[in-house]
């Protein structure tokens, strides 16, 4: 592994089932993080860890939930997909400290219907 | 509420030049990042500006002006290969990162 992967590529859900997109850097990095990327809008952050057994909430958490056991891993949970998380979805890293850039997983594109 | 502003589009020459301006209102400011995303990809890192004026680094550079809440990312040499979003983002007072939706650039020969 190099960098920051995620899986899968793309999924197509329907509606109700539960999905968990996985993320994974070998980077040791300790921040991590989630967006969303919708056309027309910003990426919106969903959750983040700044270190490994803590996470926090972003500006759009409801419908998704995440971990972090150790510092590798950041999966990201939708309990029950709904049409509205059709998104493409990226996961990110970064080392501590201010000024450190977020690098970027390659993104999960999901159609829920 | 908080909230960054780019143009939606800009066209440009092929060897000529481009400033792609970003405004924002954001809660608290702790840096501005520039960020490229080709189409189909993931964003990767241009430039971070904390304090005020220019950080230039090869045909890429960034200004800051915290007064006005406001920096532009200056393209020099346009290659086809710069075809690409620009995505403008502030770090705020809770060291989160506010996005702009983006500036689609398009070079043309």
């Known amino acids: 592994i190099a960098g920051i992967t995620q899986a899968p590529t793309s999924q197509i859900l329907a509606a109700g089932r539960r999905m968990t997109l996985r993320c994974t850097q070998d980077?040791?990095?300790?921040?991590m993080y989630w967006y969303r990327q919708d056309l027309g809008l910003g990426l919106r952050l969903i959750h983040y860890?700044?270190?490994?057994?803590?996470?926090g909430k972003g500006e759009v958490p409801d419908g998704y939930s995440v971990s972090r056991a150790n510092t590798d891993d950041f999966p990201l949970t939708l309990a029950s997909a709904v049409p509205s998380q059709t998104s493409v979805y990226f996961c990110?890293?970064?080392?501590?400290?201010?000024?450190?850039?977020?690098?970027f997983g390659p993104g999960t594109r999901l159609t829920v219907l | 509420g908080q909230n960054i502003d780019q143009p939606t589009e800009m066209t440009a020459t092929e060897g000529a030049i481009v400033q792609i301006n970003c405004t924002y209102q954001?809660?608290?400011?702790?840096?501005l990042f520039w960020y490229q995303q080709h189409a189909g990809e993931a964003p990767t890192f241009l430039s971070y500006?904390?304090l005020d004026g220019l950080e230039e680094k090869g045909r890429f550079s960034s200004f800051l002006s915290r007064s006005k809440g406001y920096s532009y990312l200056l393209l020099k040499e346009l290659q086809m290969k710069d075809s690409a979003s620009y995505l403008c983002?502030?770090?705020?007072?809770?060291?989160?990162?506010?996005w702009g939706a983006g500036t689609k650039l398009i070079i043309k020969p």
């Open positions: 983002a502030v770090r705020d007072s809770n060291y989160q990162l506010i």
């Open positions: 980077m040791r990095h300790n921040a």
């Open positions: 500006n904390v």
């Open positions: 860890s700044n270190t490994a057994g803590t996470t």
């Open positions: 954001t809660s608290g400011f702790n840096g």
């Open positions: 990110a890293s970064s080392p501590s400290g201010e000024n450190n850039e977020q690098f």
